[in-house]
């Protein structure tokens, strides 16, 4: 009996000596530590209910999308001025009360005798200063009346439905459609429709595993009551308060769980690792590729649609930063849209002809265009788009 209460005794003496030691190290960790944390311990002197907020949902303002049961999400109608945050500043954005980031009103583009129609992604969305977005620069310097639909984190199949119901609102098709293209919608359009919102936010339904190239569903009602926790963190359990605190405030907290993670698998990636699939260079397999497959059947139902109702369909290839001058990079979807008798522009050419840097093109710690980007891209458009 006297030994099994010595070794009780020794273990609660050892069990203490642990703790004391843990909190020591976090304690020291703590102040000696830098006030921003450890790149390498992202939760740790972070406000973890703001972080989880973060990783959950897209960037757009609260409110500025809805659900839809077709499209997944879409951008909410008559949006007052709100500010849109990005590394590289901040600017004002809205909506229309056909739910497009546009000036013009149903009525003003009805009561026009003819317009043209931007749609696209977030580069036809604009990404910048409205009055410098591509759409805004093309209709100043063309003066043909625009409407501007594009729409950030769609592909085309996405961006047909949103046409095709708007122009069921305006009446009557446009003269041109103008339709930008990106690298990344073909993983837009394999995964469509791949985005909801929940209490007000964008948030993607699916992950994507790449060793077995497949889609996998996220937690819903986990993001669900982490957007919860990171708008109101009093309204968790008391557990979920404390292991939030925990993770800001103890490293060896956060080196448990990473070690936890590690253990657990290979991180999952955003819906855009699908674009690894594919490369659009001459013969690389952009017109056969399974993962190009669906996006291949939304152009064709631009191209189709565009026969039907007359009207000229112009296809904007938008390279990213790193390629931005590499005129070879979309040299296969050319021979495809060239087979399809697709009028296209590749702005890798101008990009390259003009001999700037990509800094000079994009945002510089993002890979989308900047205002002065975007301006050069309505200006060559507006020249050669008569």
């Known amino acids: 009996m006297l030994a099994f209460k010595k070794i009780v005794k020794n273990c609660v003496i050892i069990f203490v000596a642990v703790i004391s030691t843990l909190i020591a190290v976090d304690?020291?960790?703590y102040l000696v530590s830098p006030s921003q944390g450890i790149s390498l311990v992202p939760a740790y002197k972070k406000n973890r209910s703001q972080e989880r907020l973060k990783e959950a949902i897209h960037y757009f303002p609260r409110g500025y999308n809805i659900a839809d049961p077709v499209m997944g999400f879409d951008i909410a109608k008559n949006i007052a001025q709100v500010t849109f945050n990005m590394a590289d500043g901040s600017f004002s954005i809205f909506s229309n009360d056909i739910g497009c980031f546009d000036h013009h009103a149903?009525?003003?583009?009805?009561?026009a005798k003819s317009y043209d129609y931007f749609a696209g992604d977030s580069f036809a969305w604009g990404y910048g200063n409205?009055?410098?977005?591509?759409p805004s620069t093309y209709e100043k310097l063309s003066g043909r009346?625009?409407?501007?639909?594009?729409?950030i984190h769609s592909g085309q199949s996405h961006q047909f439905e949103k046409f095709q119901r708007t122009i069921k609102l305006i009446g009557h098709p446009p003269k041109r459609v103008i339709l930008t293209f990106y690298e990344n919608d073909v993983a837009n359009d394999y995964a469509y429709p791949h985005?909801?919102?929940?209490?007000?936010?964008?948030?993607?339904?699916?992950?994507?595993?790449?060793?077995?190239?497949?889609?996998?569903p996220r937690d819903m009602v986990k993001i669900k009551q982490d957007i919860l926790a990171g708008l109101n963190p009093k309204t968790q359990s008391l557990k979920v308060q404390m292991d939030a605190w925990l993770d800001g405030?103890?490293?060896v907290w956060n080196l448990f769980k990473i070690g936890v993670k590690q253990v657990k698998g290979i991180e999952l990636a955003t819906i855009y690792g699908i674009s690894e699939g594919v490369s659009y260079e001459k013969d690389k397999g952009y017109a056969t590729a399974e993962v190009s497959k669906k996006n291949r059947v939304a152009l064709d139902l631009w191209i189709n649609d565009?026969?039907?109702n007359h009207y000229e369909l112009v296809m904007i290839l938008i390279?990213?930063?790193?390629?931005h001058g590499n005129t070879n990079f979309y040299g296969g979807l050319r021979d495809y849209l060239n087979a399809k008798n697709v009028h296209y522009y590749d702005l890798t050419e101008p990009f390259h002809a003009s001999k700037k840097r990509s800094e000079e093109f994009y945002w510089l710690n993002d890979g989308h265009l900047s205002n002065d980007g975007s301006d050069f891209v309505g200006k060559y458009l507006s020249k050669f788009l008569k």
């Open 27 to 29: 304690l020291i960790a």
């Open 106 to 111: 149903l009525a003003e583009i009805k009561a």
């Open 130 to 134: 409205y009055e410098q977005n591509i």
């Open 145 to 151: 009346f625009t409407v501007k639909c594009g729409i």
């Open 195 to 216: 985005t909801t919102v929940i209490e007000g936010y964008a948030v993607d339904t699916y992950k994507f595993d790449a060793g077995q190239f497949q889609l996998v």
């Open 249 to 251: 405030h103890s490293l």
């Open 306 to 308: 565009a026969k039907k």
């Open 319 to 323: 390279p990213p930063k790193l390629h």
